[in-house]
């Protein structure tokens, strides 16, 4: 298995539509654009007995990704998921059972994503609609992978965990562990497989394609020529630079086959032109892939990719000890501001308290003061109380006037009345 591409994209929307809104590209191997997918920490929709429908809808599984997207510090980021494509070799699975093998290719895509990108949100899609690399219709089985470069809980996901090298690692390690017991065979890496029982190779045309492979799969390994020299060079294939005027590599290898030893070479690329008409008359060598120059521009290519996504886990970085920085600052400041408030709070409250206080005790004076009062204006309230304590004297009774009448003394000699 290899990873094709591994790629940042500044819009989600566009990929999602592209995977699921559009028509089957060639319809000699598939009648329909997904033959199976899945999601992970996002909604998918589904079939009336409650599977994973492989008709999805890219504007409603977008609309989930800007979800998620909003809840990062930086909501308005420039890439916003990573695409990464998953090519499947014809050894692994030759379409020929499509259903099935749909099926078994994206149970070992999400064992993949469970493993590595189970905290992100993503979604998976399995496809046979290429053309092909001869344009039959003969495309291979892959995914698409799309990760949102923000997880559910609003924290970033690092660019380094998306780099080409890594993943291949981690997605051969796994298809090592589990390829079998999905598909019920041995797993061999087509990537590494380049060594072949030479005793096989009949033609010089087989020699080449198996060094085109051991090629392709050294350059991904090293980052420079020289190295990339002494890795061939340990594999039995010799690499040489000719020519002062035109440079070009020469390839060469001993081969033991069915019909004897024999040393065969081949240069990396040469085209005969005529000088006055500018026609190509003929081609031969391994392509232009496999110049010094063609070299020479993938490992600049793979150095830039890596210091890119290094300055952006760095900015990443800077950003989040920015941010934090700054969030500190404001709980700090909130901290402060529920402090102050706090403490108005509980002064307005003990105002309050002293003033209800103070009306209360304002009350029952003015209830004594007024109860004083009413007292001494209420008419016949002195004779209710005199009566109440018996009533005045015969003597004391006033008379019209107000006068109290004066009792006589008794004299001596007065004795009882009759």
């Known amino acids: 298995m290899s990873i094709l591409t591994s790629k940042a994209c500044r819009s989600s929307n566009g990929r999602l539509t592209y995977i699921f809104n ?48 909003l809840k990062a510090r930086n909501p308005h980021k420039t890439y916003q998921a990573q695409s990464v494509i998953i090519s499947f070799d014809k050894s692994e699975f030759d379409t020929k059972k499509l259903g099935l093998q749909a099926t078994q290719a994206l149970e070992l895509v999400q064992g993949f994503v469970q493993k590595y990108f189970s905290d992100c ?93 051991a090629i392709n799969q ?13 890795q061939l060079l340990q594999r039995g294939i010799n690499v040489t630079e000719r020519g002062k005027k035109s440079p070009h590599l020469v390839y060469a290898a001993t081969v033991i086959g069915s019909r004897g030893t024999k040393r065969w070479r081949v240069r990396d690329f040469y085209q005969r032109i005529d000088k006055s008409t500018g026609q190509v008359l003929s081609t031969r060598g391994l ?62 409250r003990q ?22 009062v009413g007292r001494k204006t209420q008419p016949g309230a002195n004779e209710a109380e005199l009566k109440h304590k018996g009533g005045p004297s015969e003597g004391n009774r006033p008379n019209r006037n107000g006068q109290k009448h004066a009792r006589p003394n008794p004299r001596p000699d007065d004795g009882p009345e009759p």
């Not at 997918?37 to 994973?52: F, K, R, W």
């Not at 050294?218 to 002494?230: A, E």
């Not at 760095?314 to 969030?327: A, G, K, P, V």
Request: aromatic share 8%; proline share 2%; hydrophobic share 30%.
């Open 22 to 69: 559009e028509p089957v590209h060639c319809s000699s191997k598939a009648t329909q654009r997904v033959l199976a997918c899945a999601g992970t920490n996002i909604l998918m929709l589904q079939t009336p007995d409650g599977q994973v429908s492989e008709v999805q809808n890219g504007n409603y599984l977008q609309r989930q990704f800007h979800n998620v997207l």
């Open 121 to 213: 949100q993503s979604v998976s899609a399995i496809q046979a609609d290429g053309v092909g690399g001869n344009g039959n219709g003969d495309g291979k089985l892959h995914c698409h992978l799309i990760i949102n470069s923000v997880k559910p809980d609003g924290r970033v996901v690092n660019t380094n965990r998306f780099g080409v090298f890594r993943l291949r690692k981690e997605l051969d390690s796994y298809m090592a562990d589990n390829y079998e017991r999905v598909v019920g065979k041995v797993w061999t890496n087509p990537i590494t497989k380049v060594e072949r029982d030479l005793s096989t190779i009949q033609t010089k045309q087989e020699w080449q394609q198996q060094l085109k492979n």
């Open 218 to 230: 050294v350059k991904s390994q090293v980052k420079d020529f020289d190295t990339f020299r002494q």
């Open 287 to 348: 392509g232009k892939d496999y110049t010094r120059e063609s070299l020479e521009h993938y490992w600049q290519a793979m150095r830039e990719q890596t210091s890119d996504l290094k300055k952006k886990e760095d900015n990443n970085r800077e950003s989040r000890q920015y941010n934090n920085e700054e969030l500190r600052e404001l709980f700090r400041a909130a901290s402060r501001s529920r402090t102050k408030t706090a403490e108005q709070r509980e002064s307005q």
């Open 351 to 372: 105002a309050f308290r002293k003033l209800v206080e103070y009306e209360t005790s304002q009350n029952a004076q003015q209830r004594r003061i007024s109860k004083t």
